[in-house]
């Protein structure tokens, strides 16, 4: 599932759910796999898609696990999509909630990608929501943490701009 769910990020939407079909029908009794690891990566993929309502849609069977380990993907990666899909729907308030519970949770999820980048997320939604004085602490928090990043990774690179805009305005 773990491939499947990074083959979902990156945009290769068949491959993934052909992955999570067979898993799906390899386990249909499993709860883990039935109402957590394969909805993520299919709400993954909907995200890539740019349908934020059918990821969150997705998703809602997942709450319950939120702050389950799997021995597949833990990290509160279905928070984290979930997140990311409200953004991209426009619900800043919803996806901070989202955001939070990964911060509120660092055990779960710093040692992972999630846990820095759900900074500059939760950034993000805090800007939407209109709270600069916020959105500015979550920047410049994510920012420290990656301060010894690659320079030009793309994600950092647009988070030294957005917090740039912000601190102008």
């Not at 597949?72 to 990311?84: E, M, Q, T, W």
């Amino acid at each position: 599932m773990v491939l499947a769910l990074s083959l979902a990020r990156s945009g290769r939407a068949d491959e993934a759910n052909r992955l999570a079909d067979e898993v799906s029908q390899e386990a249909p009794l499993d709860t883990m796999v039935q109402k957590y690891l394969v909805p993520t990566v299919r709400a993954a993929v909907k995200l890539q898609q740019h349908d934020p309502d059918a990821a969150i849609a997705l998703l809602r069977e997942t709450v319950p696990y939120d702050l389950t380990f799997t021995q597949s993907f833990d990290y509160l990666y279905p928070a984290y999509i979930r997140g990311l899909a409200y953004l991209e729907s426009g619900d800043g308030r919803s996806a901070a909630v989202e955001f939070q519970k990964l911060i509120d949770n660092p055990g779960l999820c710093w040692g992972y990608i999630t846990g820095p980048l759900t900074r500059l997320q939760l950034g993000r939604a805090a800007r939407m929501m209109g709270d600069d004085a916020s959105a500015r602490e979550s920047y410049e928090e994510f920012l420290t943490i990656w301060k010894d990043a690659d320079h030009d990774l793309p994600i950092y690179l647009q988070a030294k701009a957005e917090y740039a805009q912000l601190k102008k305005s």
